[in-house]
């Protein structure tokens, strides 16, 4: 694959949950992503590889080499790459405070914006009291998850034959369940809480699949989103200021995820 010129290039990014190793990952907007856009510091908020998956069914299709081939030449060219392992790739955590390569692993970081103000940064499932009290729940979460993606797939290509939009049954399930509303809440709460007692003026995750980037607990909370359905990343401008990147829509990303699955089936 031949890497497009960078288009963009930012003070910091801030990526999570690629769940390379699954059918869900949407490779080919990551890769594109990652061809176009540069950064003097890059951190993977964790959630990179999906151990929990490979470790059911094995699937690495030579384009998912291909995305790490992209972060590990943007290290090798200068980029200050940070590791944050997250629970789908909780089997890095060993290696915290190494390197591996030219990244960095750490459980958790603090980074010093353009602005002076400093953000914790975290993956997050540590404040997940699902994933920290009852493991098998997650791992029964995280099997449901990948079957409302399933869901999706089907639903949208017989969708696309009436010619409507995209649109995610794992996303309208997740915002109409009055629990799974409640449990974002929480868990920013909790996320922004952890801010204030590192005594940051913010925090950048992952972890939900949620991406945000608000003040409403009167601290920044910067959640990543994914590269499953939302394709999104958060960046820092040279004067600390922090947006949202929305790379793909979602019937883009519906529509590589279909012929990605068309050419592995």
Not at 32 to 58: C, E, K, M, N, P
Request: proline fraction near 2%; hydrophobic fraction near 45%; charged fraction near 20%.
């Amino acid at each position: 694959m031949t890497a497009t010129p960078v288009s963009r290039r930012y003070r910091t990014l801030f990526i999570s949950d690629l769940h390379l190793g699954t059918r869900g990952c949407q490779v080919a907007q990551l890769t594109d992503f990652l061809s176009r856009h540069d950064a003097d510091t890059i951190y993977l908020v964790g959630d990179i590889i999906d151990g929990w998956q490979l470790h059911t069914a094995w699937y690495w299709p030579p384009s998912h080499t291909e995305a790490l081939r992209l972060l590990a030449a943007k290290a090798s060219a200068g980029t200050r790459v940070v590791y944050l392992p997250g629970n789908h790739d909780e089997f890095a955590r060993e290696y915290c405070g190494a390197r591996a390569g030219a990244f960095e692993i750490t459980d958790r970081a603090i980074h010093d914006a353009a602005d002076g103000k400093r953000y914790l940064v975290v993956h997050g499932d540590c404040f997940d009291v699902v994933h920290g009290r009852a493991k098998w729940l997650a791992y029964v979460g995280d099997h449901a998850y990948v079957a409302a993606l399933a869901m999706n797939t089907l639903m949208n290509r017989v969708g696309r034959l009436f010619g409507l939009p995209y649109w995610s049954f794992s996303n309208w399930a997740k915002m109409k369940v009055k629990s799974a509303v409640n449990f974002i809440g929480r868990y920013e709460t909790l996320l922004t809480t952890a801010a204030r007692e590192h005594s940051v003026d913010g925090v950048v995750c992952g972890h939900i699949h949620k991406v945000a980037l608000h003040d409403d607990f009167g601290i920044t909370y910067a959640n990543c989103g994914d590269w499953v359905e939302s394709c999104t990343a958060v960046a820092e401008h040279d004067d600390g200021s922090m947006e949202i990147l929305r790379w793909a829509t979602a019937s883009e990303a519906a529509a590589v995820e279909a012929g990605v699955e068309e050419a592995v089936a």
